[in-house]
C-alpha cells in the first residue's frame, strides 16, 4: 500500500514523462500503450472486465502523461 496521493502521482507522471513529450509523445501513442497493455493481459488469460479496469486507470493518467 502506498501513501502517494492521486495529486502526487500525477506530478510523477508528468515528470517522468517530460522528456518524451518533448521528443513527440502524444495521444496516438498513449492510445497504442493502452491497446498493447489491454492485448497483453488478455494474451495472460485475464479477464475483460478486469483489462476494462486497468484500461480506464491507464486512460486517467492520460492528461498527465502528456503535461496538460
Given amino acids: ?20 513529450v518533448k521528443m513527440g509523445l502524444n495521444d496516438t501513442h498513449v492510445d497504442v500503450i493502452i491497446e498493447l497493455l489491454g492485448g497483453t493481459l488478455r494474451d495472460l488469460g485475464v479477464k475483460d472486465d478486469l483489462i476494462s479496469q486497468v484500461a480506464a486507470i491507464a486512460e486517467s493518467t492520460r492528461n498527465d502523461v502528456l503535461s496538460r
Fill in 1 to 20: 500500500s502506498s501513501d502517494v496521493c492521486s495529486s502526487d502521482l500525477g506530478k510523477d507522471m508528468r515528470d517522468g514523462h517530460a522528456h518524451l
